[in-house]
């Protein structure tokens, strides 16, 4: 300042919250994954099967390629699924195609808890209120057991 004094500085304190909600979203979405895996529900939905079997035909069948793709769904997840499906044993449970719908989950569970917060936070004023909200938001949206069940198959509607 002018007159020789230095005014104190506020110290960032970083905000741990974004790395809380990805954790509880990971947690929610392996153990989800492990018991349906373990109950054999994860090719329960017959789309589900339609979903793996597609997206191993692209380089499994009496003629492989790219035109395996060609169904009624869009190719993106089949060809998000197509590295997890290598595996025989990953193909058959299923479980190779659930790794794409798990990561989008997290992601989306995330960018909820970001959005919302940055929705309702004007100033260092409403910084808590907008915490708040963005972790009931996150809950919301992330606790929902259609959602929970969807992520941790082969189904592509997460994905989306």
């Not at 994954?33 to 529900?41: E, I, M, N, P, V």
Request: aromatic content about 10%.
């Amino acid at each position: 300042m002018a007159d020789g004094t230095v005014s104190a500085q506020p110290i960032s304190v970083r905000d741990h919250s974004t790395a809380r909600v990805a954790g509880f979203a990971v947690l929610v979405s392996l153990g989800s994954f492990f018991h349906y895996l373990q109950r054999g529900d994860i090719l329960m939905h017959g789309d589900a099967v339609a979903h793996i079997n597609i997206a191993r035909r692209v380089f499994d069948s009496l003629t492989p390629g790219p035109l395996g793709l060609g169904t009624v769904w869009l190719p993106l997840p089949h060809l998000l699924m197509m590295p997890f499906l290598l595996s025989n044993k990953m193909w058959q449970s299923g479980a190779g195609a659930s790794f794409p719908s798990m990561i989008a989950y997290v992601f989306g569970v995330v960018g909820i808890f970001r959005l919302v917060q940055r929705l309702l936070e004007c100033d260092a004023r409403t910084q808590p209120a907008a915490r708040v909200g963005a972790w009931v938001a996150a809950l919301a949206y992330g606790i929902n057991p259609n959602l929970i069940y969807m992520q941790a198959t082969a189904l592509t509607e997460t994905l989306y």
